[in-house]
């Protein structure tokens, strides 16, 4: 903002006025100019957030809220908001007709979805026993980086990750943070050295045959 008069931007602001409509704030201004000393109006208007559906994914329930997000505010996927139940990180938008997509204008979206951030990661291990697959959810720092080759002890095994799974891709080569990551696949070693013991992460346990899916 800057004076009429002079044109500079040295600005005090004597009063100013908010008066609110259904969907903008228009905030009238009586201003003064310290360079010249002229005193004039102007004012500001901005349009008022609005609410927009919140669902929140917390491993395999999920939570609905709503959010103020300004109309002209642009999101996109992984931008973090901060939700009346914490902050949260956007997965995916939903339009107006139903789509899905990685970014859009606020009000063009029906609903956010998005996962909580406060929480740790839930992530799968599973272990190839050959006949067999011990599967286990495990829950780690969501900042906790997992290599190929990396050597994880969980419960009575040392295993080798031979694949990692994220929320977009398999790499057989790499690493990721668990805040991506689904699942890790891995082959037990025959010794004891390890990079991460995930033993005290463990929340469940699942023996599965892998014949009976053939």
């Not at 790499?174 to 929340?203: C, E, H, M, S, W």
Request: with cysteine; aromatic share 6%.
């Amino acid at each position: 903002m800057e004076c009429p008069i002079c044109g500079s931007e040295n600005i005090d602001t004597l009063k100013s006025k908010r008066i609110s409509s259904k969907s903008r704030e228009i905030n009238e201004l009586l201003l003064k100019c310290n360079n010249c000393e002229s005193v004039f109006k102007d004012k500001v208007t901005e349009n008022k957030p609005i609410p927009i559906r919140l669902i929140i994914s917390e491993y395999e329930s999920s939570k609905k809220t709503h959010i103020d997000i300004y109309p002209d505010e642009k999101l996109s996927k992984d931008n973090v908001l901060l939700s009346d139940m914490g902050e949260v990180e956007i997965t995916s938008l939903e339009t107006k007709d139903g789509r899905r997509v990685s970014s859009l204008i606020a009000n063009d979206v029906s609903t956010i979805w998005a996962s909580s951030i406060e929480i740790p990661s839930r992530i799968g291990v599973s272990v190839d026993l050959t006949g067999n697959v011990d599967s286990f959810k495990v829950e780690v720092d969501r900042e906790t980086e997992f290599a190929t080759d990396d050597f994880v002890k969980i419960a009575e095994y040392v295993i080798r990750i031979n694949v990692i799974k994220t929320l977009e891709r398999k790499t057989r080569k790499g690493y990721a943070k668990a805040r991506v990551i689904q699942r890790i696949y891995g082959r037990p070693v025959k010794f004891n050295n390890y990079d991460y013991d995930l033993t005290d992460k463990i929340v469940s346990r699942k023996v599965t045959d892998k014949r009976a899916k053939k």
